[in-house]
């Protein structure tokens, strides 16, 4: 990835986790080390300490990923963010108070989001039927 280097070595390093855990052949890992904990299970008998490192385990995981989670998506939103502001710039008839708009104030979210809704009301009103 161009640029990869520059990011800090966390970075990297949750996105390489993310990239990991989303191929089709961790499900299948984690599938199978799951039955495989339900048979070892069942040969010991469940143990009464067996409840314990499972939900142990499971919240781990879980709390982990929901950070990895987070933080790719977070990363990928603000890429995406800047593609669309490009796009904008590039656009001669483009509203420029649109670019860098997720960082605006409240009220003037909302009243762009009144304006749009009023151009769309207006778009809807004028179209004529299609056959």
Known sequence: ??????????????HRVG???AHASFGLTAAFITLLWLFSGLLLGFPAWWE????????????IMVFVIQ????????ATQRKLDELLRALPTADNRLIAVEAAPDKELDDLADRNLTH?????????PQP
């Open 120 to 128: 769309r009301e207006q778009a809807v009103h004028n179209a004529t």
């Open 1 to 14: 990835m161009p640029g990869g280097r520059e990011r800090h070595w966390s970075s990297r390093f949750i």
């Open 52 to 63: 314990t490192v499972l939900t142990t385990v499971t919240a781990t995981i879980t709390l």
């Open 71 to 78: 933080h790719t998506q977070a990363r990928q939103q603000a």
């Open 19 to 21: 990239d990991i855990t």
